[in-house]
């Protein structure tokens, strides 16, 4: 079992940063990618960017050029850095993590609020 946890979401103005965090714990040795998802009121959730193992990462078009997907392994924590943020922007924002056994896990959510 994996547990996610997520901080750093909060209200910011447009073209400010937020960076958010996502703590790993439980059977941590057996995650593989791990990545960021979002999903704003009346939409679907939605991947924003991933990262294996070894570092490489994906991102949606939409945030291409604005957010950092990054992890400290020896930490067991991901991090997203938003900058230039966009009213668009505004969403709950999900930590997600494969294991070895391809089970997946989901952290709880951090709301992000950009105003206009």
């Known amino acids: 079992q994996v547990r996610l946890v997520e901080s750093g979401g909060g209200l910011v103005e447009a073209g400010g940063s937020l960076r958010l965090s996502c703590a790993a714990s439980?059977?941590?040795?057996?995650?593989?990618?791990m990545g960021w998802y979002r999903q704003a009121p009346g939409k679907q959730r939605e991947l924003v960017a991933t990262?294996?193992?070894?570092?490489?990462?994906n991102y949606a078009d939409s945030v291409k050029g604005r957010f950092t997907i990054s992890r400290d392994n020896a930490k067991n924590t991901l991090y997203l850095q938003m900058n230039s943020l966009r009213p668009e922007d505004t969403a709950v924002y999900y930590c997600?993590?494969?294991?070895?056994?391809?089970?997946?896990?989901w952290g709880q959510g951090t709301q992000v609020t950009v105003s206009s």
């Open positions: 997600n993590a494969d294991d070895i056994l391809f089970y997946n896990y």
């Open positions: 439980g059977s941590i040795g057996s995650i593989t990618a």
């Open positions: 990262i294996t193992p070894s570092g490489s990462t």
